[in-house]
T-cell receptor
Framework: GQQLNQSPQSMFIQEGEDVSMNCTSSSIFNTWLWYKQDPGEGPVLLIALYKAGELTSNGRLTAQFGITRKDSFLNISASIPSDVGIYFCAGRLDAGGTSYGKLTFGQGTILTVHP | KAGVTQTPRYLIKTRGQQVTLSCSPISGHRSVSWYQQTPGQGLQFLFEYFSETQRNKGNFPGRFSGRQFSNSRSEMNVSTLELGDSALYLC??????????????FGSGTRLTVV
């Protein structure tokens, strides 16, 4: 099925470092969402973006909705061990029809933080 | 405030059997979506329900079906199970159809293993 192109696939960083990951799509989206998933659990919403160009922060997390509406990035500053997990981007196109309500997910970025 | 509740958490079924998974959304949430998560395909949209009506359906065979009750609880059914149906099935609820401006809240999922 259709997926967003999320990169990098995995990251190994030291505690305290900053992290950056991004998603690109050949299609435009009206909403970009960033989720984190821990083992054995469902994804947890981190940040939601609703306007092209929007820059939103949630604590140490910052995400931006690309101007072209085809990309988004997530930054994590001063990483800590509990940041470990899989991060997913997801796009939604509220155009009705076959795209109604459907989230399209990236493949995920596996983040490992070494103390 | 209780989150999205999915039951059962784990399930083992034999090829050819059918299975029913249950999802209770957050109180007040009327939209329920279902996703399949596998290592190979990632998170794939199955369907979305709002007010007991299916609003959208992903690219899955007719063996996958669902329904929503008047209290917004939802069930999904998979008939004639195949080995490839082994996956984590995630349910997500939101206040409005298409997620509104609050994103989707996911449950912890049901881990289905088909043997």
């Amino acid at each position: 099925g259709q997926q967003l192109n999320q990169s990098p696939q995995s990251m190994f960083i030291q505690e305290g470092e900053d992290v950056s990951m991004n998603c690109t799509s050949s299609s435009i989206f009206n909403t970009w969402l960033w989720y984190k998933q821990d083992p054995g659990e469902g994804p947890v919403l981190l940040i939601a973006l609703y306007k092209a160009g929007e820059l939103t922060s949630n604590g140490r997390l910052t995400a931006q909705f690309g101007i072209t509406r085809k990309d988004s990035f997530l930054n994590i500053s001063a990483s800590i061990p509990s940041d470990v997990g899989i991060y997913f981007c997801a796009g939604r196109l509220d155009a009705g029809g076959t795209s109604y309500g459907k989230l399209t997910f990236g493949q995920g970025t596996i983040l490992t933080v070494h103390p | 405030k209780a989150g999205v509740t999915q039951t059962p958490r784990y399930l083992i079924k034999t090829r050819g059997q059918q299975v029913t998974l249950s999802c209770s959304p957050i109180s007040g949430h009327r939209s329920v979506s279902w996703y399949q998560q596998t290592p190979g395909q990632g998170l794939q949209f199955l369907f979305e329900y709002f007010s007991e009506t299916q609003r959208n359906k992903g690219n899955f065979p007719g063996r996958f079906s669902g329904r929503q009750f008047s209290n917004s609880r939802s069930e999904m059914n998979v008939s004639t199970l195949e080995l490839g149906d082994s996956a984590l099935y995630l349910c997500a609820s939101s206040v409005l159809p298409r997620g509104g401006n609050y994103g989707y809240t996911f449950g912890s999922g049901t881990r289905l293993t088909v043997v």
